[in-house]
């Protein structure tokens, strides 16, 4: 589907159009923001501001919400105001002031936590220990529930945001009796943008803590644990099940091995043996060459995996370290750990999958545990990464696939 002739926009606005089915957005909404920014001149500077407006508009009327009014019209309208916050946020940095990142991350935070009090029951918060800094958790619980329940933990990807895991999980979870956490580890959300914490390839110290804190509530089936991983996520829970035995299920999605090979030869082949020769390389030979319409997509690239890159990018600047993000990116591989998986495995392909191709059979082959392989089709109008126009199908997939193997 064809909304903007530019793919990168056309894709991130097919995310906003498919989170309508979970209430996260509006379909005219979207559509007249579309509309709006295709007759601006469509850029990251107009995308920004459209989306940005919207949010403002429905987080003013989610403020401005009196006593008489119903919970569910503020939560749902404090919902869509975060995800429009998030389609502002993503281009930001491209945009004449990328200093609003911190900013507009926050109002999206904000709306976010908004929706997640109206909830019936009222989302459980928590932080955990990470570092210097404390990660962020949201505990939903269905409503009515008792006694212990399965539960999944969600994990986003490296430019995804808390109101994306409500369309890619939380939803689900709960109109099936599962407990649903989300959480903002290193590299993402809070931890990033705020904290300037970025990526870890040892996502098992991310998800032990989390597995810590679940198993001690009484709301908790310790033994009917799952997680799950999305986009980026899909090498950061295999890489956490292959050494977190409490979990009895991991999904990717999709299945992600070398998150580095991702990259263009022409970037891969910057990284030297050593950070000085590296640095060299790029400041001297690569990065002079670079147009500056270009700096966007490579600071929005590097950013989640060094605070520098993130700092250099709010002040319009193209990054200088380029050895500190890149070790971490290969640093993520997988393949050496990813037979440890002991669990029950569903590795999803997305067909057109932009970033990943050919990883999730790559990965799907390296696990020797109880697995299964399941692809995401143009046929199902699931094609592209994370399958943006079909969410409520991705969900159903993987949830129908928890239900048989995490049982109790």
């Known amino acids: 589907m064809q909304l903007f002739d530019d793919p990168d926009f056309n894709f991130q606005a097919l995310f906003a159009l498919g989170a309508a089915g979970e209430g996260a957005t509006e379909v005219g909404e979207t559509l007249t923001a579309v509309n709006a920014?295709?007759?601006?001149?469509?850029?990251n500077q107009s995308y920004t501001e459209t989306f940005r407006s919207w949010g403002d508009r429905l987080a003013k009327q989610a403020q401005g919400a009196g006593e008489d009014d119903e919970p569910q019209t503020q939560g749902?309208?404090?919902l869509r105001s975060s995800a429009y916050y998030e389609?502002?946020?993503y281009f930001v940095l491209g945009s004449?002031?990328?200093d609003r990142e911190q900013r507009l991350y926050q109002a999206g935070r904000d709306s976010f936590d908004t929706f997640t009090r109206t909830l019936t029951p009222p989302a459980v918060t928590a932080t955990l220990p990470y570092g210097d800094a404390r990660m962020p958790l949201w505990f939903f619980r269905p409503e009515g529930a008792t006694g212990r329940r399965p539960t999944v933990i969600l994990t986003n990807g490296s430019d995804g945001q808390n109101v994306d895991m409500w369309t890619y999980g939380v939803a689900e979870a709960l109109r099936r009796d599962w407990n649903a956490l989300v959480y903002d580890g290193p590299g993402q959300g809070q931890l990033?943008?705020?904290?300037?914490v970025p990526f870890t390839p040892r996502w098992e110290r991310v998800v032990t803590p989390i597995v810590d804190w679940l198993t001690a509530r009484d709301d908790v089936n310790p033994d009917r644990i799952a997680l799950t991983g999305l986009s980026l996520g899909g090498v950061l829970a295999p890489r956490a099940a292959a050494f977190e035995r409490r979990l009895a299920a991991v999904v990717a999605g999709p299945g992600v091995v070398a998150p580095w090979n991702a990259f263009p030869p022409?970037?891969?082949?910057?990284?030297?043996p050593t950070k000085e020769e590296t640095n060299r390389i790029w400041n001297e030979e690569a990065a002079p060459d670079i147009p500056k319409s270009d700096y966007f997509t490579l600071n929005k690239?590097?950013?989640?995996y060094d605070a520098a890159v993130m700092r250099q990018a709010r002040q319009g600047e193209l990054f200088t370290d380029f050895w500190t993000p890149a070790r971490v990116l290969v640093d993520m591989d997988i393949s050496k750990v990813a037979g440890r998986i002991r669990c029950p495995a569903l590795v999803v392909d997305f067909e057109d999958d932009q970033f990943f191709p050919g990883q999730a059979r790559t990965l799907y082959d390296l696990i020797r545990s109880d697995k299964d392989y399941v692809e995401m089709t143009r046929a199902q109008g699931a094609q592209l990464h994370c399958s943006p126009m079909a969410?409520?199908?991705y969900c159903e997939t993987v949830f129908d696939w928890l239900q048989q193997k995490v049982r109790g």
């Open 37 to 43: 920014i295709n007759q601006a001149g469509v850029n």
């Open 76 to 78: 749902f309208r404090a």
């Open 87 to 89: 389609q502002a946020l």
């Open 96 to 98: 004449a002031e990328p």
């Open 192 to 196: 990033l943008f705020v904290d300037g």
């Open 266 to 272: 022409e970037i891969r082949e910057v990284l030297a």
């Open 301 to 304: 690239r590097f950013e989640p």
């Open 391 to 393: 969410p409520q199908h």
